[in-house]
């Protein structure tokens, strides 16, 4: 049986092998789970970066958690079984898109373990299909029709708006910034659009300020090269001429005071750069890295980037990705929205 370990609490771990890094699944008298940690082995294998694997073990330590205060036998278990698993973090008010990426874990889990994919259940919740009318063409023709997926468990997700930041609030982050690191930081995540984790793992030699450009490996690995403005390039060069302590570690930013001087930032004092603003300052409280990072798509289409250089930019394997980020903020809609009226009025009120 899969799921005998269930004493006090699950812990995930970090490892480093010789062939990259993986994590690893203990119960709480500190055994290893060896399905999970043979699965998060697997995906290591197959270059899944450290963050994949992270998010994988994190998404199975909280379904064994759950799993062990039921009745239910990990091989016996079917989808109708799961909805259990999403009643339970419903209960607890956990957002529709972290549900669906947990059952996309278990799911490829099982199969990883079983061989095959699990069953239905007695009861088999279909959705309806949406109806468009009769011989209606989709999209009215402009688009092709989309092929049909084949249907698994899933939880509706809020389309949920996220308003790029004001001119006044990038002003008041960027006053209240004291070290040229985290200016840099801001300025490449306003100017460049990068993820949290991107800047985080940036290397010294990823910089080139010959070709004005920077080296970025995003998710899954991928690279790509984004332009930096001059005042990007030399707010980095000042952090590493004036800030920057010797150090063993080639990533670009790290530790600058304290017993941890000179080693690797780590994601949670990323994250403390901006939660302790947030915290100090009234007028950024909506300011986070995503938001930075939403600022610089929003105005690179209002400004006239094209779709195609902004996914490049931005490392995106679809158009569809980008066109969500374009979200413009309501004072941005209430200035088109009033050039556009006052046209129209001269136009009809003559």
């Known amino acids: 049986m899969l799921n005998i370990f269930f004493v006090n609490q699950w812990v995930l771990k970090k490892k480093v092998t010789s062939y990259g890094v993986t994590f690893e699944l203990f119960d709480g008298a500190g055994l290893a789970f060896n399905p999970v940690n043979k ?14 694997l992270a998010s994988y073990g994190y998404d199975l330590l909280h379904f064994y958690t759950w799993l062990g205060t039921t009745q239910f036998k990990f091989h ?20 529709s898109r972290s549900i669906n990426r947990r059952l996309s874990t278990v799911l490829q889990y099982y199969h990883f ?26 999209n009215m023709g402009i688009l092709p029709r989309q092929k049909v997926k084949s249907k ?9 708006l996220i308003d790029p930041l004001e001119v006044e609030e990038v002003k008041k982050f960027f006053s209240s910034l004291k070290k040229y690191r985290d200016v840099a930081i801001v300025s490449i995540m306003l100017y460049c659009g990068l993820r949290s984790c991107e800047i985080i793992n940036l290397k010294l030699q990823d910089i080139s300020f010959f070709h004005k450009s920077l080296l970025v490996r995003g998710k899954g690995n991928k690279q790509r090269k984004v332009v930096l ?17 010797e150090s063993q570690t080639d990533r670009l930013f790290v530790v600058l005071k304290g017993p941890h001087r000179g080693d690797p930032m780590t994601r ?41 250089v902004l996914q490049e930019l931005l490392g995106h394997s679809g158009l569809k990705m980008v066109v969500n980020y374009i979200r413009l903020s309501l004072s941005q809609i209430t200035d088109e929205y009033d050039k556009g009226v006052a046209k129209m009025e001269k136009q009809f009120q003559t």
């Open 229 to 245: 403005s001059p005042l990007v390039l030399e707010t980095i060069q000042k952090y590493q001429n004036f800030e920057r302590p």
């Open 113 to 138: 373990c079983n061989g095959k994919d699990m069953a239905k259940g007695v009861y088999d919740l279909r959705q309806a299909g949406y109806y468009k009318g009769q011989y209606m063409p989709p």
């Open 39 to 52: 699965f998060l082995d697997s995906l290591s294998l197959i270059n899944r970066s450290a963050q994949t």
């Open 268 to 308: 949670a004092g990323f994250r403390r750069l901006f939660r302790y603003r947030r915290d100090k300052i009234k007028k950024v409280k909506r300011a986070n890295p995503h938001r930075f990072r939403h600022t610089f798509a929003t105005n690179m289409a209002r400004h006239g980037v094209s779709m195609l």
């Open 152 to 160: 698994t468990l899933r939880v509706k997700e809020e389309d949920t």
């Open 76 to 95: 016996d278990l079917t989808k109708y079984d799961l909805l259990e698993y999403v009643r339970s973090q419903k209960e607890k008010n956990a957002a």
